[in-house]
């Protein structure tokens, strides 16, 4: 939480500021993400799982780089499935990027 003070006449007043944590946790990133690919498969757009994973990780902010680029050098890259990528982003985030 940042804190900032606000002067008041002569009273000056602690306030927080939270940082809003649905916005921060990659959790509902993937959420929006399926929303959008099973709307669109509805529309008769369909996506292949390994062109799911390839638009999310491009679509990714710049704290997750090592994580993309550890996942897509990674063996088993062309068979990652989305629920796969999404165990392994959350796991990432909950030990790497939470500590």
């Known amino acids: 939480m940042k804190s900032s003070s606000v002067k008041v006449g002569e009273a000056t007043s602690e306030s927080a500021t939270p ?5 921060e946790k990659i959790e ?3 959420e929006r ?3 959008v690919f099973n709307g669109l ?3 008769g757009k369909k ?3 390994k062109k799911i994973v390839s638009k999310v990780l491009r679509s990714l902010t710049p704290k997750w780089n090592a ?3 550890a ?3 990674g ?3 062309d068979q990652l499935t989305f629920d796969q990528l999404r165990g392994n982003l959350l796991t990432y985030e909950m030990t790497i990027l939470d500590t």
């Open 19 to 23: 940082k809003l944590e649905k916005e």
């Open 28 to 30: 509902y990133a993937l």
């Open 71 to 73: 996942i897509q050098e």
């Open 47 to 49: 996506f292949s799982e």
């Open 67 to 69: 994580k993309v680029s």
């Open 33 to 35: 993400f399926s929303e």
């Open 41 to 43: 498969n509805m529309l």
């Open 75 to 77: 063996r088993n890259y």
